[in-house]
C-alpha cells in the first residue's frame, strides 16, 4: 500500500508539470533530462555493421558517398556520427579543447531538431550536406588558406543550416500567416529561424561556454552569416558577387572577409549538390523532395 501511493503520488504530480507547461516545453524539458539518447531504445547494431560503418567513414572525402546506406549502417544516427568523425579528423576537438560528451550531446540535440517525418528535409539532408562541405573544403586553392575556425564554422552550419524545418517553404508560411512569419517580418523566415534555433541549442549545450565571449559572440553571428546565405532568394545576389570576382581575379582568401564569401558559395552548393551525385543517389532525393512539395500542396 505504501509503494503504490507513493508510485500514484508521483504520477500526479508529473501529470500536473505536463499540465503546466505547454507541450513544446515539456517536450524540450523531457530532452534536457534525457540528455544523450538512450542506447537501449535502439535497435541492436552488430559488429558487421559498425564495421561497415567505420569503413564508409574512411571514404568519407569522396563524392560517392551512400549517405543513405550510412545511415542505415547508423541507426539513423549519420548527422551525430559523422560530425564527431569530422571533427576529430580536422583536429577541431584538440584545438578547441571541445568536451566530447558536450559535442555529443549538441549534436544530438541538433539530430532530435530535425523532422524525421520530413521527406526532403530530415538529418539525413542535413548529413548529405555535411559530408558535400566537407568534399569542399579539402579541395586544396581552398584547403590552403583555411583556419580551425572556417572549418568548425563551415561544418556547423551544414548541420544545422536546416535544424527544425517545418517541411513547407516560406511562401507557405507566409501566406499562411505562420507566426515564424510575423516573427521575421517575412525576410527569410527560414533561415533565421534555423540560425536562432542553432545559437539556442550551442547556448543551452554549453559547447562553446569555455572559449571568451567576443569568440563565441563571432561564431553566432559568422554562423548566422552562413545559414542565410542559403536563403534562396538571394541566389542572384551571390551569383553576381561571385561572377565579379571571377572576372576580376581578385579573390584573396589570406583576407578573413573573402574566405568567409567562399565558404557561403560552399555551403550553398552544398546545400542544393544532390543533382550532381551519383544517379541511384540523386534520384532518391528529387523523389524525396517531390513528395515534399506535394505534402505541402
Known amino acids: ?38 542506447q537501449a531504445s535502439l535497435y541492436l547494431l552488430d ?15 569522396m563524392w560517392d558517398f551512400d549517405i543513405f546506406l550510412f545511415d542505415r549502417l547508423t541507426n539513423g544516427n549519420s548527422l551525430v556520427t559523422l560530425l564527431c568523425h569530422l ?44 559530408q558535400a562541405m566537407h568534399c569542399y573544403l579539402r579541395e586544396p586553392k581552398l584547403a590552403n ?21 517545418p517541411g513547407v517553404n516560406q511562401p507557405f508560411l507566409i501566406k499562411t500567416n505562420h507566426h515564424l512569419a510575423s516573427l521575421y517580418q ?46 534562396i532568394n538571394r541566389q542572384n545576389e551571390f551569383l553576381i558577387r561571385l561572377k565579379s570576382h571571377l572576372d576580376n581575379q581578385d579573390l584573396r582568401l589570406e583576407d578573413a572577409e573573402d574566405r568567409h564569401f567562399m565558404l557561403q558559395i560552399a555551403l550553398k552548393c552544398a546545400d542544393i549538390c544532390n543533382p550532381c551525385r551519383l544517379w541511384d543517389l540523386s534520384k532518391q532525393w528529387s523523389e524525396r523532395v517531390c513528395e515534399e512539395f506535394y505534402r505541402q500542396g
Open 145 to 165: 588558406f583555411l583556419t580551425p575556425l572556417d572549418i568548425m564554422l563551415g561544418l556547423l552550419a551544414a548541420a544545422a543550416h536546416d535544424v527544425d524545418h
Open 1 to 38: 500500500l505504501f509503494t503504490d501511493s507513493t508510485l500514484s503520488g508521483e504520477i500526479g504530480t508529473k501529470k500536473k508539470v505536463k499540465r503546466l507547461l505547454s507541450f513544446q516545453r515539456y517536450f524540450h524539458a523531457s530532452r534536457l533530462l534525457r540528455g544523450i539518447v538512450p
Open 87 to 130: 571533427f576529430n579528423v580536422h583536429g577541431l576537438i584538440h584545438h578547441f579543447r571541445l568536451d566530447m560528451v558536450t559535442l555529443h550531446r549538441f549534436l544530438v540535440m541538433v539530430q532530435e531538431d530535425y523532422h524525421s517525418q520530413n521527406p526532403y528535409h530530415n538529418a539525413v539532408h542535413a548529413a548529405d550536406v555535411t
Open 47 to 61: 559488429e558487421d555493421y559498425l564495421g561497415q560503418a567505420r569503413h564508409m567513414l574512411s571514404k568519407v572525402g
Open 186 to 231: 517575412n525576410v527569410s523566415v527560414l533561415e533565421n529561424h534555423h540560425w536562432r534555433s542553432t545559437v539556442g541549442m550551442l547556448r543551452e549545450s554549453r559547447l562553446l561556454a569555455h572559449l571568451p565571449k567576443e569568440v563565441t559572440q563571432d561564431i553566432e553571428q559568422q554562423l548566422g552569416s552562413l545559414i542565410l546565405a542559403t536563403d
